[in-house]
């Protein structure tokens, strides 16, 4: 019982430090075990695609700038500036730094969604994004 | 015949100075190219190009940094240490010369006055082509814009 919880807690701190030090590089995988730490959830890639694609009650979706599938460049959906690759495997230097990660989430998570975004949330999309090829 | 030719010669440098003082003129009314401060570059050229700081006056600026959670649209909100440094230098960077001095309609570039005098020879369905899409999107047809150079020699509208 102690045992997640313990390892929630040292997560957490891992992740504060990761963000405190924006020199500090991580991976797509330590960050996505970061956030379900945070949430006490397992990440769904399939949530995280709902997530992704869909509306939620405003104008755009993630995917009315980074692309239904992003494997592929994307475009902002009001400047029309190229936004490359979003996937991991594509393009390997997105999600290698935590503070860029969470600035990111917390920009586009209140666009799309209205609000921030939950650490279980975040670790389902990360968890979708890293099963593109 | 030696005296018409002085004459023509001078005629010659005349015109030579008046080109080039026109064409002094016209760099100057770009303004002064400012070599981009490397996290304004990183800040604000992720979602756009990053606008050369001496095309909005300084209390333009100063409003969009106050405001960056509800940037025409979209949150653009950043840490309180990026906000000041980028403050800093927007602030000292800013346009003070005479077609820059007044802040344009809702603080956008776009609406400036020299910006529509600038371009009033693109028609509007140029505006409108998905490769174009916004008159925000400088660097659709100015291939240098991410460089700070919107000189017309290196304009390429796309089809």
Known sequence: ?133 | MNGRHSVRRTLWAVVALVASLGAFADDHRRGPAVALFPKYKQECGACHVAYPPGMLPADSWRRQLSNLQHHYGTDASLDAATLGELSAWLGANAGTYKRVREAPPEDRITQSAWFIREHDEVPSAVWKRPAVKSASNCAACHTLADQGDFNEHAVRIPR
């Not at chain 1, 397992?42 to 009315?64: I, K, M, N, Y």
Request: with cysteine; glycine share 6%.
């Open chain 1, 1 to 133: 019982m102690i045992q997640p919880r313990l390892i929630r807690c040292i997560a957490a701190v891992l992740f504060a430090g990761a963000i405190a030090n924006t020199a500090h590089a991580a991976t797509p995988a330590e960050l996505q075990t970061a956030y379900t730490a945070l949430s006490n959830t397992t990440a769904v890639p399939d949530r995280g695609r709902q997530l992704f694609t869909s509306r939620h009650g405003r104008e755009w979706s993630c995917s009315s700038c980074h692309g239904e599938v992003p494997t592929q460049p994307g475009r902002h959906a009001s400047t029309g500036k190229p936004i490359a690759a979003l996937a991991p495997a594509i393009n390997p230097q997105r999600f290698t730094d935590a503070a860029k990660t969470e600035k990111w989430f917390r920009r586009n998570c209140n666009d799309v969604v209205g609000r921030e975004c939950t650490a279980a949330e975040k670790a389902d999309v990360i968890a979708w994004l890293r099963t593109l090829p």
